[in-house]
């Protein structure tokens, strides 16, 4: 019998401790390749903690994180990086002082593949085209709306050519319109195959965009399945609503 293909991500009984709080507590799920994960939960329960662990941004006081087989525990921000990782922030961060395009062509220096010259201009042209700026490139970032802020940033994203793409409520503050938009454009990025987690409140997205979801309350997993199952799982409404709205 053929081995089973290693998972894009396996987390293993990860914990993260700030002194005497747990933030992130005993955690453990796989993502498999092109794969869309959902990672949710109320506010406050480990969601963005356990997207910097992923990342590289924290530490793990405990536990294994594998990427692509191997345990990154202890590895620097840009060795994860390199190594394939790219995310998104819950707060868009933004290189005020650059232009669009110079913000996007930072993806493709220092993420997974290394561009360089005229082939690094024209691949970040490339991504900022596909997230719907194409035009735009010597706009200064200072200068965008939101929604086109938090475009750019997910246009430099893809500029490191993940193998694992990490959107952290890249959605979260947007109108109505600006949702659709920024779920057609997640949307595109599932049909690719790529394989990604996203952390997000915004249900509607979670059912159509997720594969799987895996459900954080007070830092440890209380549900994995289906966005279907999850959501109709009487945890995850206590989780959201309180117990006495069960």
């Not at 053929?2 to 987390?11: D, G, H, I, K, W």
């Not at 360089?116 to 490139?137: M, P």
């Not at 970032?141 to 086109?148: E, H």
């Amino acid at each position: 019998m053929a081995a089973e293909p290693l998972a894009t991500l396996s987390v293993r009984g990860v914990t993260k401790s700030f002194g005497g709080l747990v933030a992130v507590d005993d955690m453990s799920f796989d993502l498999a390749e092109h794969e869309v994960l959902g990672l949710i939960g109320p506010n406050g329960s480990g969601k963005t903690t356990m997207i910097n662990l992923i990342s590289g941004a924290l530490k793990a006081s405990h536990g294994e994180i594998a990427l692509f087989g191997e345990n990154v525990v202890g590895e620097s921000a840009h060795s994860i990086a390199r190594r394939g990782v790219a995310r998104t922030f819950q707060l868009v961060r933004m290189l005020e002082s650059m232009s669009v395009l110079e913000n996007v062509e930072t993806g493709g220096v220092f993420g997974h593949s290394r561009r360089w010259g005229a082939e690094l201009r024209d691949h970040a042209r490339h991504n900022i085209a596909r997230v719907g700026l194409a035009g735009r490139e010597d706009e200064p970032v200072g200068a965008l709306t939101y929604i086109d802020q938090k475009r750019v940033e997910l246009a430099r994203a893809l500029a490191a050519e993940p193998r694992l793409l990490l959107l952290d409520e890249w959605l979260a503050g947007l109108n109505p319109t600006e949702l659709r938009t920024g779920i057609a454009l997640v949307e595109d990025l599932r049909a690719e195959g790529r394989t990604i987690v996203v952390v997000e409140h915004v249900m509607d997205a979670i059912r159509s965009l997720c594969d799987r979801c895996v459900v954080m309350n007070s830092g440890a997993k209380i549900a994995d399945g289906t966005p279907r199952e999850v959501l109709a799982d009487e945890a995850v409404i206590a989780a959201y609503l309180g117990d006495a709205d069960v």
